[in-house]
């Protein structure tokens, strides 16, 4: 089934690329892409098996976003975390997840998990206010997961997720940037709606592999660990855009006559084949630590096992290393590209744009990721709860 899927988005790849221009002139996703995804079977593959989903090996679906973005950054980068939440969704109380597919299986849901707001403890449930920014894929989407404090006497107690229906939110149109403009993250405006007790999940619930949703999705993809999945969902596109930069570099520069020195073919400048092959070494190098990762991890979970913390860690540590491979690797093609590919209908400077604006999501500092690897190392305290 998987393989099928796999091979029916492999068959969209060319129309993917044709719309990329379009997509970005949208600002969101074209309906027909999301159409054409969704009879393809890609929102399945991290869907439980009980709601006719795959449940699929998390790099299965992992190297479909990769290849998905490499046809079109926003596309792949929609596709991957709208793809996501339904193994998030998989991990809330059966009621929750009655609320959403047992009304329509191929409902969708968006997401911010920054604290932009916060649901105070009423009788029941919570009630919920904030706006929270950066919702990818929102215009797609019949739920969201919003993230937040839960307040109790104005204090807070717990963190998590609040799931919230449609109708119970509204979108501002806000999303006016350089780079993933396609990607129409939007903001969602929540004003004191209430949120029952079912539709909230702790990360410190999710982290302590106790979340309720494992009682009936026991598959081991459903206890990986949510600071690996989070972060690689943000990493994965922006490798994949890598690859489509560096296949727009080289074909563009097989048939470049680079006229400010006498007409010399570009392919025959040695300094150029040089600078692809260092992109190329870095790109998939990007890739094999990524994915790589990410299977040790799910071979141990089905195998029985459990996931130390020793390789969360080193998960965390080559996710941000991938990121920052993948964009310095475009750098290096983009500088070497000419004046030519700055054109507005070149793939190549959308490819660098989109890269840097992925670059700037909070799951791609390196910094935070590097000093909680380095005390671990030292066997400190690690600070960071995203791992």
């Not at 439980?48 to 290849?67: E, I």
């Not at 919570?126 to 950066?134: I, K, R, T």
């Not at 990986?224 to 855009?241: K, Y």
Request: aromatic share 10%; with cysteine.
């Amino acid at each position: 089934m998987t393989r099928e899927i796999t091979e029916r988005v492999e068959a969209l790849l060319p129309t993917l690329r044709e719309r990329a221009q379009w997509t970005e002139t949208l600002r969101r996703i074209p309906d027909e892409s999301i159409e054409d995804l969704r009879e393809a079977g890609f929102f399945t593959l991290m869907q439980p098996r009980q709601w006719g989903g795959c449940a699929a090996d998390p790099v299965l679906f992992y190297d479909t976003v990769r290849t998905l973005a490499s046809a079109c950054g926003s596309t792949g980068w929609v596709a991957g975390i709208l793809g996501i939440h339904n193994w998030h969704l998989a991990l809330f109380d059966q009621r929750a997840q009655e609320d959403v597919w047992g009304h329509d299986i191929d409902a969708r849901i968006a997401s911010s998990y920054a604290p932009m707001g916060a649901g105070a403890v009423v009788d029941g449930g919570y009630l919920v206010s904030g706006s929270w920014a950066w919702s990818s894929g929102v215009d797609h989407a019949d739920w969201v997961f919003v993230g937040g404090p839960v307040l109790a006497n104005g204090k807070p107690v717990d963190f998590g997720s609040f799931l919230i229906p449609r109708s119970d939110y509204s979108v501002d149109d806000v999303w006016n940037v350089v780079g993933l403009r396609g990607t129409g993250s939007n903001t969602v405006v929540v004003e004191n709606v209430f949120v029952p007790r079912h539709r909230f999940l702790s990360f410190g619930v999710m982290n302590s592999l106790t979340s309720p949703g494992l009682q009936r999705n026991s598959e081991p993809v459903y206890k990986m660990p949510w600071g690996t999945i989070h972060p690689t969902t943000i990493a994965t596109p922006i490798v994949g855009i890598a690859y489509g930069a560096y296949a727009a570099h080289v074909e563009h520069q097989g048939r470049r006559i680079r006229a400010a020195y006498a007409g010399e073919r570009a392919k025959d400048d040695p300094f150029g084949k040089i600078r692809i092959a260092e992109s190329a070494s870095d790109i998939d190098a990007a890739w094999r630590q990524l994915s790589g990762n990410v299977a040790d991890e799910y071979a141990r979970l089905r195998d029985g096992g459990e996931v130390p913390f020793a390789l969360r860690a080193r998960a965390r540590r080559d996710q941000v290393r991938a990121t920052a491979r993948a964009v310095a690797a475009i750098d290096r093609l983009f500088e070497a590209a000419g004046a030519g590919a700055l054109a507005d209908d070149t793939p190549l400077q959308r490819c660098w744009r989109d890269a840097h604006a992925g670059r700037v999501h909070a799951a791609n500092d390196p910094e935070r990721a590097y000093v909680m690897y380095g005390n671990h190392a030292f066997g400190l305290p690690v600070g960071d709860t995203m791992v």
